[in-house]
């Protein structure tokens, strides 16, 4: 092979299980493709702050105000890692940023969705971060070396996420009728927008072919989805709960769950902006960022007049 | 047990009840207000600084009610009555506003990021003084709890130092604002210093820290950190108080509204 022969190289690697570095060569549209999907990623992570963060100041008890603090302040980490492997191809952390504030970059749109009741926090945990973690744990063993180190550091901490979502959900159903309802209107509620995280179905999704080519994804949105519902039509049954669909069967031959029809018009809409918080939660972000100028401008400043000291001390 | 001296007891209990409701008021107030950054920061690593600071003076908040809640369960074991349990959610959730004994300045509003962090170097320079000594307290458990905090205190007044330094000494306008926060804080810093019934009684046995003697190390503290930041302190400020024995600003009738929510449209759940 010729040495000089980049694109075949690079295939080579990625072929033969070499992750990819920022410095190593790469095609430009494989470059493009991760620095959309972290920061995505990354913008998913930070956005999704905002609808658990909706909860902290009213968890019904310390130990959850607790749990609930420290979970999301676990995904302002996560997005944290992002923004650095993201940084890595070349882009910066602010651009990254502005992209998101001017509604050009996208997040998951589950995070569009309001946050009704306490029963939510454990809905999110069991089936958002739930869902996360699959995607999350394929993404582990992704081609680009920084995003599947900062994937394994995430998924460390998505565990206790789930977790905690469930025991929440767990101690509602134990609870009184009131509890319960709240258990089971929460499931209601996230189920189906919790599906449509995986994306469109495999024959209406145009980047997974080259994904999976990259080895960027190693499962395909069906795959991945059909793995996540047959994970949680057994564990509903230890809440004593039902999701939402009528359809949901095990087939036997398949050994696998067979589960009812997405609403396709109502994940597009949410993507295009027409979710019940797509607004606010731009808003909030926006308003953040807006809020926080002078604060940044501030440190720029002190830091500036520091390093002049520091030199005139120097010298 | 002669009738006189369990009496005193008695009352030796509540003065320790009310000190360790003081105590624990303080860092919940705070902790709540500080939680509401969370997913609204200037910056994301200080999103994650004060929502970590959040974390731990709630942490502390907890032990706090635990042994209260331990001291009240066990006094209420020795009289016969059967009265519910009381927790540290009880204590946190189910007190009105005219109970609650948390200094007034933790109860006041976020504000700009400026007034967050000024009211967090304030609080904390003091709560670091107060940990200091309270680790020596005749009562055991408010001496581990004490010892156990003081490192994450140390860490929370270094970095609020820092933040009102860097804002003081930032831009024209990070000037401006952090004196006008300054302004609006100053009067709630005074209460903090001056005892309440329960420390009064509780100082002579050496359970309590005596706040009196703290203020001249807090203000030298302050004015140093003031001084490196370019800011004055206020003179001639009159002092608001009243929040340590439960006369609060409105503020916190909000704050308590929104945080018992759950626990008073559902009563008697477990969550
Ligand atoms: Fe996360
Ligand atoms: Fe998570």
């Given at each position: 092979?010729?040495?000089?022969?980049?694109?075949?190289?690079?295939?080579?690697?990625?072929?033969?299980?070499?992750?990819?570095?920022?410095?190593?060569?790469?095609?430009?549209?494989?470059?493009?493709?991760?620095?959309?999907?972290?920061?995505?990623?990354?913008?998913?992570?930070?956005?999704?702050?905002?609808?658990?963060?909706?909860?902290?100041?009213?968890?019904?008890?310390l130990?959850?105000?607790?749990?609930?603090?420290?979970?999301?302040?676990?995904?302002?980490?996560?997005?944290?890692?992002?923004?650095?492997?993201?940084?890595?191809?070349?882009?910066?952390?602010?651009?990254?940023?502005?992209?998101?504030?001017?509604?050009?970059?996208?997040?998951?749109?589950?995070?569009?969705?309001?946050?009704?009741?306490?029963?939510?926090?454990?809905?999110?945990?069991?089936?958002?971060?739930?869902?996360?973690?699959?995607?999350?744990?394929?993404?582990?063993?992704?081609?680009?070396?920084?995003?599947?180190?900062?994937?394994?550091?995430?998924?460390?901490?998505?565990?206790?996420?789930?977790?905690?979502?469930?025991?929440?959900?767990?101690?509602?159903?134990?609870?009184?009728?009131?509890?319960?309802?709240?258990?089971?209107?929460?499931?209601?509620?996230?189920?189906?927008?919790?599906?449509?995280?995986?994306?469109?179905?495999?024959?209406?999704?145009?980047?997974?072919?080259?994904?999976?080519?990259?080895?960027?994804?190693?499962?395909?949105?069906?795959?991945?989805?059909?793995?996540?519902?047959?994970?949680?039509?057994?564990?509903?049954?230890?809440?004593?709960?039902?999701?939402?669909?009528?359809?949901?069967?095990?087939?036997?031959?398949?050994?696998?769950?067979?589960?009812?029809?997405?609403?396709?018009?109502?994940?597009?809409?949410?993507?295009?902006?027409?979710?019940?918080?797509?607004?606010?939660?731009?808003?909030?972000?926006?308003?953040?960022?807006?809020?926080?100028?002078?604060?940044?401008?501030?440190?720029?400043?002190?830091?500036?007049?520091?390093?002049?000291?520091?030199?005139?001390?120097?010298? | 047990m002669?009738?006189?001296s369990e009496?005193n007891t008695n009352n030796k209990n509540t003065f320790l009840t009310d000190y360790c409701l003081h105590l624990a008021d303080n860092s919940l107030?705070?902790?709540?207000?500080?939680?509401?950054?969370?997913?609204?920061?200037?910056?994301?690593?200080?999103?994650?600084?004060?929502?970590?600071?959040?974390?731990d003076i709630l942490g502390q908040a907890r032990n706090f009610y635990q042994y209260t809640a331990e001291i009240l369960n066990s006094s209420k074991n020795n009289?016969?009555?059967?009265?519910?349990e009381v927790t540290e959610?009880?204590l946190a959730?189910?007190?009105?506003?005219?109970?609650?004994k948390?200094?007034?300045?933790?109860?006041?509003?976020?504000?700009?990021?400026?007034?967050?962090?000024?009211?967090?170097?304030?609080?904390?320079?003091y709560q670091y003084l107060l940990y200091l000594q309270l680790q020596n307290s005749a009562d055991e458990k408010l001496a581990a709890i004490a010892t156990k905090a003081i490192k994450e205190v140390t860490?929370?007044?270094?970095?609020?130092?820092?933040?009102?330094?860097?804002?003081?000494?930032?831009?024209?306008?990070?000037?401006?604002?952090?004196?006008?926060?300054?302004?609006?804080?100053?009067?709630?810093?005074?209460?903090?210093?001056?005892n309440a019934k329960y420390e009064n009684e509780l100082t002579e046995d050496k359970i309590a820290v005596d706040v009196?003697v703290l203020?001249?190390?807090?203000?030298?503290?302050?004015?140093?950190?003031?001084?490196?930041?370019?800011?004055?302190?206020?003179?001639?400020?009159?002092?608001?108080?009243?929040?340590?024995?439960?006369?609060?600003?409105?503020?916190?009738?909000?704050?308590?509204?929104?945080?018992?929510?759950?626990?008073?449209?559902?009563?008697?759940?477990?969550?």
């Open positions: 092979m010729d040495l000089h022969d980049f694109p075949a190289l690079f295939q080579q690697k990625i072929d033969s299980e070499t992750k990819i570095e920022p410095l190593d060569w790469m095609p430009d549209a494989y470059r493009k493709t991760l620095i959309r999907q972290i920061s995505q990623h990354a913008h998913s992570e930070v956005v999704g702050m905002l609808p658990e963060g909706n909860w902290i100041s009213r968890a019904p008890s130990k959850r105000k607790a749990i609930l603090i420290a979970k999301v302040q676990d995904e302002a980490g996560h997005g944290l890692y992002l923004y650095s492997s993201c940084e890595t191809l070349g882009t910066s952390r602010e651009a990254t940023i502005n992209d998101l504030h001017s509604g050009k970059a996208k997040y998951s749109s589950i995070f569009n969705y309001p946050t009704l009741t306490w029963a939510d926090m454990g809905a999110i945990g069991w089936l958002v971060d739930g869902a996360a973690i699959l995607n999350q744990v394929m993404l582990c063993r992704t081609s680009y070396g920084p995003y599947a180190r900062a994937m394994v550091r995430i998924c460390k901490e998505e565990s206790f996420h789930q977790r905690q979502g469930f025991d929440i959900l767990y101690t509602l159903s134990k609870g009184t009728d009131e509890q319960k309802a709240m258990c089971q209107d929460a499931i209601n509620r996230w189920w189906w927008p919790s599906l449509m995280m995986f994306g469109p179905k495999d024959s209406e999704s145009n980047n997974t072919d080259q994904s999976m080519k990259w080895k960027i994804k190693r499962k395909t949105n069906d795959e991945l989805r059909q793995q996540f519902v047959d994970m949680c039509a057994e564990q509903v049954k230890v809440l004593n709960m039902t999701l939402p669909d009528q359809e949901l069967k095990w087939n036997t031959e398949t050994q696998h769950y067979d589960f009812g029809e997405i609403n396709w018009d109502e994940f597009w809409n949410v993507v295009k902006g027409n979710g019940p918080c797509n607004k606010e939660r731009l808003d909030a972000r926006r308003k953040a960022h807006d809020e926080g100028e002078w604060v940044r401008e501030a440190a720029k400043a002190y830091a500036k007049k520091r390093a002049g000291k520091n030199k005139h001390i120097a010298a | 002669n009738k006189n009496i107030i705070l902790a709540q207000r500080n939680s509401a950054w969370c997913g609204h920061g200037p910056i994301l690593e200080q999103d994650i600084a004060i929502t970590n600071i959040s974390l009289s016969s009555a059967a009265v519910t959610d009880s959730f189910l007190r009105d506003n005219r109970e609650f948390n200094c007034l300045l933790v109860e006041q509003e976020n504000g700009d990021w400026g007034k967050t962090i000024l009211r967090q170097f304030l609080f904390s320079n860490y929370h007044l270094k970095w609020s130092s820092e933040w009102v330094i860097r804002l003081g000494d930032g831009t024209e306008e990070s000037h401006q604002r952090i004196t006008q926060s300054i302004h609006e804080l100053w009067p709630f810093t005074e209460e903090i210093f001056i009196s203020k001249d190390a807090w203000y030298k503290k302050t004015a140093a950190i003031f001084a490196e930041a370019t800011l004055t302190i206020p003179e001639n400020v009159f002092a608001q108080k009243g929040g340590k024995h439960g006369a609060h600003t409105e503020k916190l009738g909000y704050i308590l509204a929104e945080m018992q929510f759950m626990q008073r449209a559902y009563p008697g759940c477990i969550w």
